[in-house]
C-alpha cells in the first residue's frame, strides 16, 4: 500500500513543520505526536461513554466530531511516519 505523503517534497514539508532536519528527528516527533492524539482519543472515548446519555444533543455531536477529527489525525501521522520509515532519507 502506497503512503498518502512518500514523496521528498511531502516529507521535507513534515520536517519543516516539526522543526527538526533530519528524518529521525522527524520520526521521533511524530511518535510523540501519535501518543498524545491517541491519549486524546482514549479521553475523548471516555468523555462519550459518559455523556452518552446526556440530553444535550449537541454534546453528544460535537463529541462525535471531535473523535472523528483525531481519528482522522491519527491516520494522517501514522501515514506520514509510514512515508519516512519507506525513504530513510538520512
Known sequence: MATLFATRRDLDAWANALGVANDADASGELHKLLGRLLDGQDRVRAAARSLS????????????TALGRLDLAVFVVDEALRGFAVHERG
Open 53 to 64: 446519555k446526556a440530553p444535550n444533543e449537541d454534546v453528544r455531536r460535537s463529541l462525535a
